[in-house]
Every structure is written in C-alpha cells, then in structure tokens.
C-alpha cells in the first residue's frame, strides 16, 4: 500500500509539473490581433519574450523575431520597437544592423483585409559601442497596435511588452569592427496617418515600471 501511494504521488507531482508547463506561456493577444516575440543570442536558438536578463557587451549583436496575426477583418496594423528612457534612434542605446524598420521607426503594415494574416519580422540588433548605458540595464520593447473603422471612426487596440531586458556589460565585444555597415529594409513604414503621434505619446512613456540602475 506504501508503495502504491508513493508511485500515485510521483505521478501527481509530474501530470502537475507538465500541466504547469504547458499553461505557463501564452500567446500574448487583445481583441484585434495577436503579437508574440523571441530573443536569440546567435539567431539559431530562440527563447520567448520577455527575458528578463541578458548580458550583452557593447558592440555585440543579438537578434529579436516577432510574429502578428489579425483577429479581425481590415485591421490597420503598425509596430514600433523602443528602449525604456529613450525617446529616439539617435538616444537609444541599440542601433538596427539589418531589419524592416530601425529603432523609433513605425513599421507599418498598412490595412490587412482579411483576419487570421500572418506576418513574421526579423531584426538583428546590436548594442552601441560608445552607448553611455555601459554597466546598466536598458530594456528593449516592442508594441503592435491594431485598429478597426466602424461608422467612419477608428478603434484601437495594442499589445505591448519587454522584449529583453538587456544589461549592457562594460567591455567591447570581441567580433566588433568600427566599419561594420548598419542598414535596414525600409517598406514605406511613416506614411501611416494617425499612427505616428499616438505611437510617440504612448512611447514617451512606456514601461515606465522598469527601472534603469546604472553603477555610477
């Protein structure tokens, strides 16, 4: 009987443990679309959004892959990457080596007919190698608005977080070389009206909860 209760509890602790697993992660989503990312060190293995901690020497690139997918018909769709504390590509501490929009840079999709579309993106980022945030934390996010006309007026609805949080290690990685180009495929991604002053309020001040430390 002993036994058979040890064995009945082994198996409750694991159908627990899985059952934990797969309900720990999910698609993060709102009433117009869905929107998930990933963060990779090497852009072969990737781990899900958000990562908390990611330890990146200055100069030294990672890579982020987002995914969209529309909940709705005619959804007008946008995306915009920012850093906490930055309110530009000039300011921030990351700069675009290859990608559809740079930071600050509204990537619009334009007005998608039909629901249930998918769009994947890749970027491949890299820390500045004379940012001043050397020996901080600056969290790199990400936000996709979705919006819908109804009688003439627009609805909108968003999915925004952390995509990593980066902590900038005081030292040049070693693959830097100063003539390395940046460059990014740019799709006409600021001819959205409407999008870029909503999406400038609202990155002034997002993710305001994340606390940039910095040893001084």
Request: aromatic letters at 14%.
């Amino acid at each position: 009987m002993g036994k058979f209760l040890i064995f009945a509890f082994s198996i409750a602790v694991v159908i627990s443990v899985f059952s934990d697993f797969s309900l720990a992660y999910e698609t993060p989503e709102c009433d117009y679309g869905t929107f998930d990312a990933w963060y990779s060190e090497d852009g072969i293995e990737w781990q899900n959004t958000t990562v908390d901690h990611a330890e990146i020497k200055r100069g030294e690139p990672f890579y982020i892959k987002a995914t969209i997918n529309t909940k709705i018909d005619s959804a007008r769709t946008a995306l915009i990457i920012s850093e906490t504390g930055e309110d530009s590509a000039e300011d921030s501490s990351f700069e675009v080596i290859d990608g559809p929009c740079d930071i600050y840079e509204i990537l619009n999709l334009g007005i998608i007919s039909e629901k249930n579309t998918s769009f994947t993106y890749n970027w491949k980022i890299r820390v500045k190698p004379d940012t001043d945030w050397a020996g901080g934390n600056a969290p790199l996010n990400i936000r996709v608005q979705f919006d819908k006309k109804v009688n003439d007026e627009w609805y909108s609805d968003d999915i925004a977080f952390t995509a990593v949080n980066v902590y900038i290690l005081n030292e040049v990685w070693e693959g830097y070389t100063e003539d390395t180009d940046t460059s990014n495929d740019n799709n006409d991604t600021n001819d959205a009206p409407g999008f870029e002053l909503l999406f400038g309020l609202i990155t002034i001040a997002v993710f305001l909860t994340w606390k940039r430390k910095k040893n001084r």
